[in-house]
Every structure is written in C-alpha cells, then in structure tokens.
C-alpha cells in the first residue's frame, strides 16, 4: 500500500505542460483497452472535501466519455436489498474492454454502514469486499483504487476557503463540518478499510490530496502506469486446454456416484398415486417459504437426456405460473461472454420469496468448460471454491438452495438419444454436440465426481437421483424437494 | 376480436394424434423466429381458473426454452415506483429472433388496479396500454394476446372439481371464491379492457377454455397462424432510404433556427464574474428537485463540435458526483439493435430525485437516422409523435426536462475541426464521420428545423444556444436550466 508523497505545490505551467501529454495518454490507453482481455474497474475514494467530485468530472471530461461509466451507490433499494448484498455491486460490473468509475466504491458503502451494525458485522463486510476483488482480479479485471488523503489541518483549511466566498459557500454542508469533527475516528476506520482491502492485484494507492495539480498528475500517472504494467501481464493468450483429459482431484465423489443404484423404478400406477399428494406437498412448502420471505433455489444438472426438462415442468405445475422463472444455461451469449462467468447468474438470482430454476447451472463451470477446454485448468480448479462462495452468499441471504444430480446409465442415454431422433417435435434436442459429449463420458464422469465430492456442503448438498426411470426420478426430486424446504423452514412436511 | 366457438369435448386419441404436429409446429416455428426480424410477444390472460398456469407449463414444455422467457408482474418494486409507468414493461422485452410470454400481461396488472384509484385512472392505464402495444406493433413486433375464457358456471364446476378432490384442494384458494363471486363484474371490466385494447396489429383472441383439450389447440394453432401471417408480411427487407436528402415539414423550425444571432460573445472576466454565481445557484436548484423527488433530464443535441461537453462538464461540476449520470449516445451495441429505437433511452430513465444527463439522445432518430438513411422515411416521420410522447411520460410522472440544442456557424465549426485535428488528445474526437455530416450541412439543418418545430411542447420545450463563443453558450445553459428548474418546482431563481 503506497503512502502519499506529501510535497510542494505544483507550479501551474508545470502542469499546463504536463496535462496534454496526460489526456493523450489516457485516451490512448482507451483504444487500447477496447481491445484488451480485461476490464478495468476504477475506485476514487477518500477524505471529504479531498475532491472526488472534481476528480471525477475531470476524469469525465479527459476520457472518452462513451467507452467509460460512473457508478455510485446510494441507500439500497428494496430489489437490492431482496439479493444478498454484493448484487449491487455485480450488476454495475463493465464488460472487457471498458472501464468503469466507482464514486467512492462499495468502500464507502462499507464505511458509511452504521456503527450500530457492530463491529463484527462490519469485519464481514471488509471480507466479502476483499474476496470480491479477489474474484474478479483473478479474472483478470484490473483493478484500481485511489485514496485521495487530506490531513485534518488541510481539510479545515479547504472547508473554511470555500465557505468564506459567498460564491462557493454552497460547497460546504453542516455534514462536511460534522465529519471534520469526527476526523480522527473515520480516518483509523478507513485506514482499517484500506489494509484489510489491500491485495497484490487490487491494491489501494493513497494519494495526497493537499495540492489539486499534484493530486490530479498523480492520480492519472498512478493510473497510466497500473494499466500498462496489467497489459503487459495480461499480452500472452493463455493456452487453451486440452479437452476430453481425464483427472480425478477427489476420488470420494466418483465413488459416490457410481455407487449409485440406477435400477430402481416406479410403475404408472404407483407414480399416479402418490404425485398429486407431493404436488399439493410441495405447493404448500412454496407458499410458506415466500410468507417468510425466503426464494428457493433449484439446479438441475445431469447427463444429456436424463429428464431435466421433464422433471422441471412437474414441479413447476404446483407452483403459480408468476412466482417462478425457469433460466435455461445454454452457451453464453456475447454480453455474458465478456463477463466474469458468474456474472450471468448473479444476474438472475431471484428476489426474496421467489422461484428461480435453473436447467443446468454455474456448475457448467466445472463439467463442460473444465472438460472441453473452454476454460483453463486453474480457472476450473479454482472455481469448486468459488462456486462454494458463491451458494454460500445465497443460503448466507436465507436463500434455499436444492441441487439435484439426474443420474443416468450409459445405456438408457443411448436408448433416449435414438428415440429423440426418431421423433420429429424432440429432434431439435438432439445433435452432433450430444453425440460428441458421449463420447467424452468418462471425462465426464470423473469431473461430476469431483463436483460432488468438492461441492456438496450443508447449506447446499447435492442430491443424486436415479433417472434411469423417468418416474421415480420426478417422485423422487419432488420428495427431497418438499423435505428440504420443510426442513429449512424449521416445518414438519 | 374473434369470438370463443363454444363446442363439444375434443376426444383424448384426437388431441394425442394433434400435439405431435403442434408441438413439431412450435419447434419450427422458433427455429424461424431466431432468423426473423421481429420479436414475438405472447400474453397468456384470463378467467380464475381457466387455466393460465397449465398453458404456461405447456408451452414451457413444448417450446424449446433457451428462445423464450415468461415474465410475470408483482407489485411494483421501488425502482419502477421511481419511473414512469411503463418502465416496468419495457425492462422485461426480448430482442428480435425471441419470444416473451406474458403470464397475465401488462393487462392483468391494469385489471389489479385498486377501484379507489377511480374510473379515470383506469381509462388513461388502457390507453397507454395501447399506445404501448401499437408502437411495438409499428416496430415489427409480433403481438399475440390470448384471453382463456370460462363462463361463471364452468368456472364454478371447476373451482368444485378441484376442491373436492384432497389431492388438488390446494389449488383453489379463498381468493378464487371471492373472485368467482365477483365474476360479473370482472368480466365486465375484462371485456372492456379487451375491446380498448384491441387494435389490428394486437388484437385479442378469446379462447373457451372449458375443456382443456380444446383449448390447447386453439391456442396453439392461433399461435402459429399468427405467427406465420407475421412472417410473410415481414418478409421482404424493407427498402433503405436515401442519404442526405432534404425535405421539410414544418419551415418554421428552420426559420428560428435560421433567426438565431451567431454574434453572441462573453469575455472571460465577464464569464468568470457570473458562473460561480449560477453554479451555486444551480446546485441549490438541483438539490430542491432532489428533496421533492424530480427528476432532472438534461438532453444535449447540436452540431458535431459545438461544445456539448464542455457544457456537461460546467454542469456537472455543480452536482454531487453520486447524483447525476452522463450518458453517451453513440453508435446502438447490438443488443441495442436488436430493440425498439427507445428501447435503450427508457434502460437509462434517472430515478425519482435523480439526473440523467444524455450527450445526444433519442432525437438521433430524427437527425442522423433520418438523413443518413439508417431508419425509413415512415419511421423517421413517425418518430416525432413518438418522442412526444415518450416526454409526456417523463414530464407526467415528474420529470423535468431540459432540451438544449447547441447552435453553430459553419465556419466556427471548421475552425474547431482543425483545432482538434492539430492537438494530439482531441484528435480521438474528430473522425471521417465529422468531414461527412458536415458535407451533409443542409440536409441536418432541415432535420434540426423540423425536430424544433414539432417536438417543441409546454413540458418539454427546446432552448436554442448560441454557441460560437462557447463561454457565453455554458453560461446560458447554466441560467436557463436554473431558471427552468426553479420554475417547475414552483420557486424563485
């Protein structure tokens, strides 16, 4: 973490010469950008009446404005506060190639939580922040985050400078003077803020903010030379992965599944039984879990061909057509692409109380991308622990989250395959990609393995079902479905 | 409007041997919906009971899901309290190539409006309703309304059925009794919501939806035909318009226009004795709108190089830098394309008590759509009622709305073409497209003229600037945006 270089005023043809080269410097660096891998997230916070504002609208006004946007956080609102709490900040999230500014950042959001809170709550705050940066710098976001400082004695000095001109006065409110007063105390929080927040590749450069030109050549020099330093990193193309390897990391989840008993069945008859009791069942735990406010989450992965589809529709027919959606995960589109990966799902995560249901998921992750090589072999293995982080900010929220595992025999996937094609209304869910993951089963079968054995947490186990029968996977998915939700709600079913 | 053919039970072996066929249709239909250039919108309404939720699992389950997304709407979160009306709905539509359906519709919620809000309120919700629906219609979109009808004593055997039976009790609630009493008066309210709504390119299809199997059916084979007689309507590319042809509608505009003196000048001392003055004033101004919850929307248009950055930047500097947003309006993204043209403005519509501030704006539809070709000669003519209207919604709900066009002389704008041209950080702001409109001169001053004469309205007037000298064109700007403010809040300057 840089200290700021306290130091003489800047003479101002000193930095009339120095700012046309700056100003063509950032803006070449935004051609630049618009054709980089990465994004870059811009945070300018600081002391008060340090001049954020005018840091901000000079940044404005050097950038080109339509590669660039500025965010700020206000007082939540009730869609926000419905998710948990980093949704606010995921939904400003930039694409590659483009810049975003944060007034303030969701640092002072964090800063401006009231003391009343606790101390505790304030230390996860600090922690969820760091891990979020984290996230996204290993994505490959550059990341900076300016501190402007100002001394307690050259803040009262700027305060009474422009309260004293008639002109300016209106700069400076009763809030500004309050602050003041409270200077030492919000400097010791933000300079916990700041070193708990600090990480190699999201680190805080504090810049002394005494001296406007010495504070605007140091910010943009600061910034030039971070953008440069991150292209240089970020040149070299990865190498792609190979697809199609077979790697075992935790060898209890192959085991697990395929330990699994794919010959149990259920008859017509008994299936007609019992469905429209656990439909009522279900429909029921629905109802009660949105009176407490609390969504449901439901993921539905599986084998080609397992019965996703089907079984979804059977539990969507006791819930009210408007308290769910259903977000089909195929291909990501261009806008999603240029995303984090999981910015897709954050997205879509449903308000307090709702349904969302998921046919396959952020596990995609882990399955197809870890085993075509869409993704690289450190970013798979690093995201078993994100995609635990990730479900543990939903059940952390009261959000229930049900993760089921269609389970299929090599055999019968061959049998649905040939009969999808056979008939003309299911062809289109058939093709040359489904043949081709066949082929890669065993690649397959050892990455859902490990996404079982490095996924399956309390707030969000995975359950295994036998779908060789179409029957008692429905019955069974419906069962576990309303046990859970009872169980969460503290209800018998 | 096409009334329900009230008819005898389909048998069950005649529906099975039909859904294969229709869902085959569907299929197909989806396939050709991905290539085509319109959207489809289908709005799934009706009598309690008649099977809304069954329909929507239906098509769930017939329709390939990753082209379709259903959408439902609850009571109004904060965010859409704080916009107009609308801004709900057109949050929630799909791209070309895509199909929404709408579980209740934008009518539903029309429906739900309490009867305190009076008869007035509801008439003027239907004509936006319609007015909605005929703009997207205009677009191309393909409109399919399905109303599923039940007659008070089918709805009563029904509502019976269910209940009597333990295992589907749960589907009928205290709510559904109370409604089917009041089925009369619902009714009423429906058909005329239907008969208001119903317009040649959104009609209404009523469905008898006393036996399911028939129901199904029809509402499928109504969808594809529509479908299809969409298709062939859209299927020949639209011819494009000529560049650069003048045409005028309205001679007044070009005459004010024309009338403005160029002349205007203000000295720098001049400019710096009065513009601290004003900024405080407008920063008070802004902060009033602030507490009564307006909305500020600054719109900026004018000849390329006129200064409506430079402006913008004079503006902001009095604004808290969390309060306002500046939005670029340059070339549409794709996703942008593939929308309605206002699509992307209404993405950006300020919260209540909040500032938006567009560099260009939807008056690009008008000026370089019109005279570069981009959008046809029904479009651009039909636009201008558009905008009107699209800023009577602001100004309806509380907007205040401050449109400045930045006048130049020509022979300024080529001094400041050069100007840019020679110095290294401005020269990303001058490009082929500049020398091009410019050579374009006449045919954009027609377009100006016609766009003051006709969008020129008592909510949402247009300011003409003088901005050859541009310390007098900022400061203008400056005393009329506080003057405009302050009289719409009811305020001295």
Redesign the interface.
Known sequence: MAKPSEGPKMPKRVYEARV?VL??E??QMQ?ALQQAPFSALVTIAGDDAAG???V??LL???L???GV??H???AS???ERDRPPMWRYWRTLPPRGRMAIY??GWHADALETPASAGRASFEATLQRLAHFERLLADDGALIVKIWLQLSKAAQRDRLHELAD?P?????VSPEDWKHHRAYDRRARLAEHLRRVTDQPDAPWHVVDAADPRTRNVELVSHLLARFHAHQRKHAKPAPAAKPGRVVTLRAAGLKRLRGLSLDQHLSEDAYQAKR??W??RL??AVRAAAEQCRSIVWVFEGWDAAGK??AI?RL??AI????Y??I?I?KPS??EKSHHYLWRFWRHVP?AGRVTIY?RSWYGRVLVERVEGFCREEEWRRAYAELNDFEAQLTGHGVIVLKFWLHLSAAEQLRRFRHREE???KR??IGAEDWRNRRQWRAYEHAVGDMLALTHRPGAPWHLVPADNKRFARLEILKTSCKRIAAALGHDV
Request: a negative charge.
């Open positions: 046309p100003r063509e950032l803006v051609v954020k504002g005018e901000i609208n404005n006004g050097w080109d404005p339509r946007e500025t700020a956080f206000h609102t009730d869609e007034v303030g001109d002109d300016t006065a209106w700069r429209d009791k439909l009522g429909n029921r589809g089907g529709r969507t027919s009210d057509a408007r308290d959606r259903v089909p195929a261009d806008e308000r046919d008939t003309p209304y289109h869910k």
